[in-house]
């Protein structure tokens, strides 16, 4: 019952910026957690960000912390992902991800709903 919808991608120069958007359908949106996971080429699904049904918290991969910044608007059945100081290694593709657990979100691959992804490309 949940569709997801990512949106911002590109290619950006290093050290710039971008947000990426994550659209929900559905009225019970806010009752979600919803996670940021980036897929490179070669290589398995990584977790980036989360942040549980309210926003009050979050949580992100160690490498990334200072830098990326989840946010949400349940208003607008969107969630955010803000990408600063970006580096090459920050090329993937940006999946949003959805589930009742936050649990799930913050731990495992396996969320019930997933986007169909938007690519971010960072060149030098």
Not at 20 to 40: I, V
Not at 94 to 103: E, L, Q
Request: aromatic share 12%; charged share 15%.
């Amino acid at each position: 019952q949940v569709q997801l919808v990512e949106s911002g991608g590109g290619l950006v120069q290093a050290g710039g910026s971008l947000r990426l958007s994550c659209a929900a359908s559905g009225r019970t949106f806010s009752s979600y957690a919803m996670g940021w996971f980036r897929q490179a080429p070669g290589k398995e699904r990584e977790f980036v960000a989360a942040i549980n049904w309210s926003g009050s918290s979050t949580w992100y991969a160690d490498s990334l912390k200072g830098r990326f910044t989840i946010s949400r608007d349940n208003a607008k059945n969107t969630v955010y992902l803000q990408m600063n100081i970006l580096k090459s290694e920050d090329t993937a593709v940006y999946y949003c991800a959805a589930d009742p657990n936050t649990m799930v979100v913050r731990t495992t691959t396996r969320a019930d709903y997933w986007g169909q992804g938007t690519q971010v490309t960072v060149s030098s």
